[in-house]
């Protein structure tokens, strides 16, 4: 499984960017696909994932601002993020599994696959 994250880049503080993360190989419907996103220093930080057949989950630094959706013919998870705020500058990991069960999702070593990283920087 191969994971393509894009999208990221340059936004001021209560502006939006859309984030993609295309996935090839193995993959499939039933694979839960996930967002995470890692600042100097800190750990890295669950925002979303989305599960079949749409349920969809998000960090409490992000609910109501970040709306992840996903298009299964093409193999494609997108992270709408508005409202965006400085803290929130990282790079962002989408990251996909066929195996964990939904109490895990939140945590990043339940992930086999991880794309390389977009960054996101939110800055005036």
């Known amino acids: 499984v191969q994971l393509q994250a894009s999208g990221g880049g340059l936004a001021q503080p209560g502006g939006s960017l859309r984030l993609s993360c295309a996935a090839a190989g193995r993959t499939g419907s039933r694979f839960v696909m996930g967002w995470f996103r890692q600042a100097p220093g800190k750990e890295r930080e669950f925002v979303s994932a989305i599960r079949w057949p749409d349920f969809k989950y998000y960090g409490d630094s992000v609910k109501g601002r970040f709306t992840i959706s996903r298009d299964n013919a093409k193999n494609t998870v997108t992270l709408q993020m508005n409202s965006l705020k400085p803290e929130g500058s990282a790079v962002y990991y989408c990251?996909?599994?066929?195996?964990?069960?939904?109490?895990?999702?939140?945590?990043?070593?339940?992930?086999?696959?991880w794309g390389q990283g977009t960054q996101v920087t939110v800055s005036s």
């Open positions: 990251a996909a599994d066929n195996t964990l069960i939904t109490s895990s999702l939140r945590q990043p070593s339940a992930y086999d696959y």
